[in-house]
């Protein structure tokens, strides 16, 4: 079966604008996670969506939002954008718990600030 | 908050030898861990999950145990080959996962 997605897998953007990057996860999984990757913070837990709700939250500014469609599909959204918002955007479905079930992760989206 | 330490942070390996990935945690409230890759510039591909009531699982030549008086976790890689060079994480936690900075292990042909 398909694996999860997503898309654009590189952008580039300048301070101030904003971007949406979308996931879409394997058919049947209604979890959608999103970590942010960088080299000197490793992988940090963004948000998680499940049944279009946001079931759990980390520690990221208001600019970081989500959300989640019928279809399980997610998307990611960052608003006024920062240097250090530079990172690798990582997406991961799971059939329904993310602690308990196996993540599989989507090839991630590439954001470069300028 | 958890915190997941991984040591050594990097390895070099000549072909065919058994290695020790390490990995430790400060939150003592141990739930399922799972062990990871990610090959440059790719996402995660999981390895093993390891239920909060178990103590080990195997795959092929992986295997991961859970000391949960102890707060660690290790990954044992058998016969090692070049293509097993990757950076491997582990994560741990309750609602979401809490990642290790991960090692990043290469094995020499």
């Known amino acids: 079966k398909a694996g999860v997605t997503q898309t654009p897998r590189y952008l580039i953007k300048t301070r101030g604008q904003q971007v949406t990057l979308s996931c879409s996860p394997i058919s049947g999984h209604r979890s959608v996670s999103w970590y942010q990757q960088t080299p000197g913070q490793g992988l940090q837990f963004l948000f998680e969506y499940f049944s279009e709700t946001q079931r759990n939250k980390g520690n990221f500014p208001g600019r970081f939002s989500g959300r989640q469609f019928s279809n399980s599909r997610s998307e990611m959204n960052v608003s006024t954008l920062e240097l250090g918002d530079s990172a690798l955007y990582l997406c991961?479905?799971?059939?329904?718990?993310?602690?308990?079930?196996?993540?599989?992760f989507g090839p991630g989206t590439r954001l470069t600030v300028l | 908050k958890q915190e997941v330490t991984q040591i050594p942070a990097a390895l070099s390996v000549p072909e065919g030898e058994n290695l020790v990935l390490n990995c430790s945690f400060t939150?003592?409230?141990?739930?399922?861990l799972q062990w990871f890759r990610q090959d440059p510039g790719k996402g995660l591909t999981s390895l093993l999950l390891i239920q909060s009531s178990q103590r080990e699982q195997t795959s092929g030549r992986l295997n991961a145990s859970l000391d949960k008086s102890s707060g660690r976790s290790t990954l044992y890689i058998a016969a090692s080959q070049p293509g097993d060079s990757a950076t491997y994480l582990c994560a741990n936690g309750a609602n979401n996962l809490f990642f290790g900075t991960g090692t990043r292990l290469t094995v020499i042909p």
């Open positions: 991961a479905s799971t059939r329904d718990q993310p602690a308990t079930d196996t993540q599989y």
């Open positions: 939150d003592s409230a141990i739930y399922n």
